[in-house]
């Protein structure tokens, strides 16, 4: 893609290449992304520790009998709350089949994820891209994204979704490696200031 792309190997000559991110598929993952909607990473990895070591392991069974008081102590919101029971009870009665998502589309994964309250675009996309390893997915709705797109592009404002979006159309059939190191390039940034 670097070799393609000068936008990316200058984000890689600055940045180095990016760590991997997975998850294992299923709802611990689901749960983690949904804890890291519009927090920064440091908070949400905290959140998620603290509620990982209270559970000894997070299911979907622990988070359906867990009340709310304990999962607010563990550091959720009241919305994150919701959203962690809504999605927990949909895997425990069988109306949400993580394990079934592998083997369908991009398109049917995120249409079927965001039935759900509490699961958006980003939501569906980042757990296609880091718990189904889909390659070629990119959240155009991220800030981060965009931010770094303005930078590397020297835009004077940064692209709304459907600007990054046809940005990112030439990063294709890898645009998930492309966000990830457009992710990284963000935190460089925030380093330098």
Excluded at 7 to 24: M, N, Q
Excluded at 57 to 73: E, M, P, S, W
Excluded at 95 to 117: F, T
Aim: proline residues 5%.
């Amino acid at each position: 893609m670097a070799r393609k792309d000068p936008i990316l190997a200058r984000a890689i000559d600055l940045t180095g290449i990016p760590e991997p991110r997975k998850y294992v598929s299923g709802y611990a993952a689901l749960l983690r992304i949904i804890i890291s909607q519009q927090v920064s990473n440091s908070a949400g990895a905290a959140i998620w520790k603290k509620l990982d070591d209270h559970a000894r392991g997070v299911t979907a069974d622990k988070i359906c009998r867990f009340n709310d008081k304990t999962l607010r102590k563990c550091g959720l919101s009241r919305s994150k709350v919701k959203y962690a029971k809504i999605t927990a009870n949909a895997v425990c009665k069988g109306e949400l089949d993580l394990k079934q998502l592998e083997s369908l589309s991009d398109e049917l994964v995120r249409s079927k994820l965001i039935s759900y309250k509490g699961i958006g675009p980003w939501t569906a996309e980042v757990y296609l891209m880091f718990a189904l390893k889909r390659p070629d997915v990119f959240p155009s709705g991220d800030l981060a994204l965009a931010i770094s797109v303005k930078d590397l592009l020297h835009l004077d404002v940064k692209p709304n979704p459907n600007e990054l979006a046809t940005i990112a159309e030439r990063w294709r059939p890898y645009r998930s490696a492309a966000a990830t190191l457009l992710w990284q390039y963000y935190k460089y940034l925030s380093q330098m200031g």
